[in-house]
């Protein structure tokens, strides 16, 4: 970690155990730490620690991390905060998704979109970024519950083709036909 004395880092859950020891090796290496955290109480007590300045609000929630964060400048975000409920995916209700993806997918979402315009002029974009999250969620969602229900013989498979001559893709490029049809899956469980 070398450079970054003088830099701006934002740590969410940076009041947590994990957040706390993130925050205290970046304030080793001189960075100003904005310590993001949902428990006041936490927060201010790791940012007195690390000399940096806390910054309460909850990642899930889009205006309330806009109006907390503000106009300050972010050179490095670090998406820590994260919670889990450790429970087998048939004995969930749907309130329970909306909880653990509010927080660990929302939420990193918002944080990139409040953080990345001030990096713009840094970091490139394929104009897939939501895309991917939602995929790249797909997969890990899919080994956790084959895993879940392997016992019961059942078999749960992702299936990610890559680039395949679509008229998305097709629009994408700016070439072929619109109305060309294609029975290509995307990347989905399959049983």
């Known amino acids: 970690m070398k450079g970054l004395s003088g830099k701006t880092v934002l740590v969410t859950g940076g009041g947590g155990a994990i957040g706390g020891a993130i925050c205290r090796r970046f304030a080793e290496e001189g960075a100003k730490l904005l310590v993001a955290d949902k428990a006041r109480a936490s927060a201010e007590a790791i940012a007195s620690e690390v000399k940096g300045r806390a910054l309460v609000f909850d990642i899930a929630d889009y205006a309330a991390a806009n109006k907390a964060i503000g ?6 975000l670090v998406n820590n905060a994260g919670w889990d409920r450790f429970q087998n995916f048939v004995d969930m209700q749907p309130e329970d998704w ?4 509010a927080v660990n997918l929302r939420g990193p979402l918002n944080m990139h979109r409040l953080i ?6 840094r970091v ?3 104009g897939e970024a939501v895309y991917s999250a939602c995929k ?7 080994k956790t519950l084959a ?4 016992r019961k013989g059942i078999t749960v498979n992702v299936v990610c083709p890559g680039p395949t001559d679509t008229p998305i893709l097709r629009g994408f490029l700016g070439e072929g ?6 029975t290509t899956p995307w990347c989905a469980p399959s049983r």
């Open 98 to 101: 909306e909880a653990l993806i």
């Open 136 to 142: 790249g969620g797909i997969i890990s969602f899919s």
């Open 116 to 121: 990345l315009p001030q990096m713009l002029a």
């Open 177 to 182: 036909e619109a109305d060309r049809k294609s």
């Open 124 to 126: 490139g974009s394929s």
């Open 147 to 150: 895993r879940e229900v392997a």
């Open 71 to 76: 106009d300050v400048g972010v050179d490095v």
